[in-house]
């Protein structure tokens, strides 16, 4: 019944007309596939009302064999696009549901590791699902169905809530029809395309300091006072976002990895995501990616695994937007979370906090700002604008190259006179 709700109550979105289905049981394989996406909508719901709950059940091995289903072609598609960055818009968004009563089963510690898949190319991300999946879970408890196998404990919650969580999906506790209504309209609404970062300030520490060109402004612009306004369209084509909020207390941003210090407020270090929805005036992959964690070098035999999150480092020391005419940026919408509350509850519209990407250059000591954190002029969302890389470097050198050399720079010229 919850899976045809789910099914029932998403077919409202005009968007749900692409949606396709999958039905995967906890039997061992190859009974564990009921229905495929090639199938109908009248078999997947003969083959759900069919079922019947009997013996015990490896949740891990479960998940981890729908996980798999969904990462089947990802590596011939090339959409995770390993060792040249992270497009946004390179995705297939996925949401795994699962119910369970919670009981009768042979595991106890529940995890997504990928150790257990055979997949080919797994091993280039360390976890077993992608950044554009996430994981919603229905634990049932209704009162008068509850027996001596399931006594559910706090600590089982606790983990199967982290395991969501760490997909930057939910858990969901049903006890009653009421609740279990609630949580299916929760759920449907969390469907929105995007993919899941990982956020966290900048160590006191940082980075080392770039050393920024005289003659270039505190807005990065030469001889431009005035930012340019980054929330319209009409300069530069951008991401087309949705605009959706979760309710100010529906993020929880801890998970696996994620918990926060007793020194750490919960903004600093939290887990959200991205909307994304392409827009006809960019390229299918945008135009700029999220960079790397490592330096990529031309003599290795193997990649390196990469996390399944990328760790997005900011700083919060305040910065102008920097732009210029005409040079594309990609714009996208970040989920409300902890993070995006801080920055919007600062009523500081045109305060940017620059991103890095740990381990993303050459060296350990050389790591330059892919893009900024910046709310919208409207105070109503938090958008994060991917430039290209050391941007804070390349585009005043761009704006000379167009406006003082008029694209014809002299012979020999090194920008600010060193060999860059």
Request: glycine share 8%.
């Amino acid at each position: 019944v919850a899976c045809l709700c789910v099914v029932q109550i998403r077919s409202r979105d005009p968007a749900s007309r692409q949606d396709r289905y999958m039905l995967v049981t906890y039997d061992s394989p190859p009974f564990c596939f009921k229905s495929g996406w090639r199938e109908s909508h009248v078999v997947f719901s003969t083959e759900l009302k069919n079922m019947i709950a009997s013996g015990l059940s490896n949740m891990s091995d479960a998940l981890q064999r729908a996980f798999d289903l969904l990462n089947l072609h990802r590596l011939q598609s090339g959409i995770d696009n390993y060792g040249q960055g992270r497009n946004p818009l390179y995705l297939e968004p996925a949401v795994v549901v699962a119910i369970t009563d919670g009981g009768r089963s042979t595991s106890e510690n529940i995890g997504i590791d990928g150790s257990s898949s055979q997949l080919c190319g797994n091993e280039l991300t360390k976890e077993g699902f992608r950044w554009d999946q996430r994981l919603f879970m229905l634990h049932l408890q209704y009162p008068g169905f509850s027996t001596s196998s399931q006594e559910p404990t706090g600590e089982s919650d606790s983990n199967l809530s982290q395991l969501c969580e760490m997909t930057g999906g939910r858990y969901y506790l049903v006890t009653s029809s009421k609740h279990l209504n609630q949580s299916l309209e929760s759920l449907v609404q969390k469907l929105q395309p995007g993919v899941v970062l990982q956020f966290e300030k900048m160590p006191a520490s940082g980075f080392i300091a770039q050393n920024i060109p005289e003659n270039i402004s505190t807005f990065g612009i030469r001889d431009s006072p005035v930012p340019m306004e980054i929330d319209s369209d009409r300069r530069t084509p951008t991401m087309d976002l949705f605009r959706y909020s979760n309710g100010g207390n529906e993020f929880t941003g801890s998970g696996e990895g994620t918990t926060a210090s007793p020194t750490t407020t919960t903004w600093e270090k939290c887990r959200g995501m991205i909307y994304v929805r392409p827009s006809k005036a960019a390229p299918p992959g945008g135009h700029w990616p999220i960079p790397e964690s490592y330096w990529p070098d031309t003599n290795a035999q193997t990649l390196v695994p990469r996390s399944v999150h990328p760790g997005i480092l900011f700083s919060c020391e305040d910065s102008p937007p920097l732009v210029i005419d005409k040079l594309p940026f990609d714009k996208y919408e970040l989920e409300a979370s902890p993070l995006t509350r801080h920055i919007l509850e600062r009523k500081l519209p045109q305060a940017c906090w620059k991103v890095f990407i740990a381990g993303s250059g050459k060296t350990a000591d050389s790591v330059y700002p892919f893009g900024y954190l910046k709310p919208s002029s409207n105070l109503q969302c938090v958008n994060l604008l991917v430039m290209p890389y050391n941007y804070v470097i390349a585009l005043p050198l761009l704006d000379d190259l167009v406006q003082k050399y008029k694209m014809k720079p002299a012979r020999g010229r090194k920008p600010n006179g060193k060999n860059d």
